[in-house]
Antibody, heavy 124, light 110 residues
């Protein structure tokens, strides 16, 4: 059974870089047909797609965050990571990682399964 | 990119049917059959219910069904049960090769 688990600091200072890692277990991150994505949810608000990465390193990002986001993959550790720089209080959210289905032809579809999520608070 | 538009809340009595709309544009919902629906209970991660507009994920009750007309997708929950009280989100692929979620709908079982 495929499982994903987010890890990283729960508190980040304003203007610094948020760094999270997602560890995939029960399956290979090098699976074809799947990207691996990051999604966030500010407290009491909706979901926002941050970006997704293929095991080869190919990435797609939300245009609104692209300039601050770096997503990378480490196939040897079956992990992928998120870095978000120059954070502000508006980046306070629960961050989820999830497997992202992508079809030949380049179309993204569903996220499943999801990690349990990790709350990151931006505060001095 | 703009979030897909959903009603903030929908309510119904046990046993009733409710429908949640998800309105996008001709650059996302209207042009692609890659619409998914997620259910999220408080404090939990979202759970995939439906993908490809109409396909239920394994283990999901047939009380949940999806459809699409033009730029608007819909999720119908029939035979509403107390356990269906949750937040629901739609999502879609976009013509910019990106992915967008809906604004979310809180379902209340009266």
């Amino acid at each position: 059974q495929l499982q994903l688990q987010e890890s990283g600091p729960g508190l980040v200072k304003p203007s610094e870089t948020l760094s999270l890692t997602c560890t995939v277990s029960g399956g290979s991150i090098s699976s074809t047909s799947y990207y691996w994505g990051w999604i966030r949810q500010p407290p009491g608000k909706g979901l926002e797609w941050i970006g997704s990465i293929y095991y080869t390193g190919s990435t797609y990002h939300n245009p609104s965050l692209k300039s601050r986001v770096t997503i990378s993959v480490d196939t040897s550790k079956n992990q992928f990571s998120l870095k978000l720089n120059s954070v502000t209080a508006a980046d306070t959210a629960v961050y989820y990682c999830a497997r992202h289905r992508r079809y030949s032809g380049g179309f993204f579809d569903w996220f499943d399964p999801w990690g349990q999520g990790t709350l990151v608070t931006v505060s001095s | 990119q703009s979030a897909l538009t959903q009603p903030a809340s929908v309510s119904g009595s046990p046993g009733q049917s409710i429908t949640i709309s998800c309105t996008g544009t001709s650059s996302d919902v209207g042009d692609y059959n890659y619409v998914s629906w997620y259910q999220q209970h408080p404090g939990k991660a979202p759970k995939l219910l439906i993908y490809g507009v109409t396909t239920r994920t394994s283990g999901i009750s047939n009380r949940f069904s999806g459809s699409k007309s033009g730029n608007t997708a819909s999720l119908t929950i029939s035979g509403l049960q107390a356990e269906d009280e949750a937040d629901y989100y739609c999502s879609s692929y976009t013509s910019s090769s990106t992915y967008v979620f809906g604004t979310g709908t809180k379902v209340t079982v009266l």
